[in-house]
């Protein structure tokens, strides 16, 4: 069928909005009609030369919708359903079969790859030329998207659905990094350095878990505004020389957990630094540099925690969250501003300089 999306062709360039060709669902492939879809930093990853990403590509993976039609062998979703979208894994692998998923062992290449794992792509282009998709095993910067039956997560049907994208990814990777990889416990203290939208949502859930000191670290003073509305107990600038010291004056002797999400090698080093024995540092941004780490000080029992996709079960932890929002406790909607989807670029422009936390795109009609 023909569908409408954004193409990435060259690095540098613009969006490109095209009219694309994509293929019936196959076997176990579930095919979306989009009605919003969440931008996402790991989405600007084709933009990176150095990674040699296929071009041209369609990326997007937060997206959410209604079920159009489901390919054969697919059971868990019917025409008509509300789903959002995740991140796609096995089923079968060891980790999968241990309610680890965001480490099945073909995670790479049904996520970020850009081709489905037996390496074809649903989408082509003019005289059939092939684009990569199956981005996160959606590719859902379009109007219509084909998922798998791993990775749709069915939601009532009345969600405002067009919201409901960034549970897929983002808002999912802080929330269950608190509430799952890291499992904080009520009355402690967490740091979350980078308050956009992945640490925003770790604020979000550090205030379910009960953490009693939820301190916010940022560039952006705008959103160390926001994050004390949406409960960080204190904030600091992240550009603050003395931001260690002053961690553990805070503190006393340090965090019970730490999470990154800025990637940069002096902030995960503080992050670390501000652990007190026992604590637990996670890592989620996207790092470009090898650490050195003190001799010895993790022998004192603080552990470092690499996350992906917050060690969660989507079809677990997505309705979960949904039932957190209904109770007012956890308000992730505050961190979206909705964008055209002609106005791609300028919603990631906006991402990227930190002016709105989480854009999200409404569909094309
Ligand atoms: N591991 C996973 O499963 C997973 C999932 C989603 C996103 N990610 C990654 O997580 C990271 C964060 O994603 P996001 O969508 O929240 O991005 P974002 O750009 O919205 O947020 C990052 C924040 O970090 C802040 N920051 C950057 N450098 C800093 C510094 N030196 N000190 C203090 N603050 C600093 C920025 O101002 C920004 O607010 C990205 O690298 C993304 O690719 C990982
Ligand atoms: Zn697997
Ligand atoms: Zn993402």
Redesign the pocket.
Known sequence: MKITAAVIRDPQAPYSIEQLELAAPGPGEVLVRMAGVGM???DVLPRIPELELPRPIVCGHEGAGTVQAVGPGVTVVAPGDHVVMSFDSCGECANCRSGHPAYCQTFMLRNLSGFRPDGTTPLSGDGGEPVAGSWFGQSSFASHSLATDRNVVKIGDDLPLELLGPLG??IQ?GAASVLVAMRARPGSSIAV???????MAAVLAARVAGCTTIIG????DA?LDLARELGATHTFN?ADLDLGDQLLSLTGDGVQYAFD????S??ILTAIGALRPTGVCGL???QTEPLTIEPNFLSAGRNVMG???GDAVPQVFIPEMIALWRQGRFPFDRLIQTFAFGDIDRAEQS?LS?EV?KPVLLAPT
């Open positions: 996402c930093h790991t990814c983002g990777t350095f980078g308050t956009g939208a992945v640490g670290v940022d560039l952006n959103r992240g999400t800025t990637g940069a002096s902030m989620v941004g996207v996350i992906l996709e991402s930190g936390v």
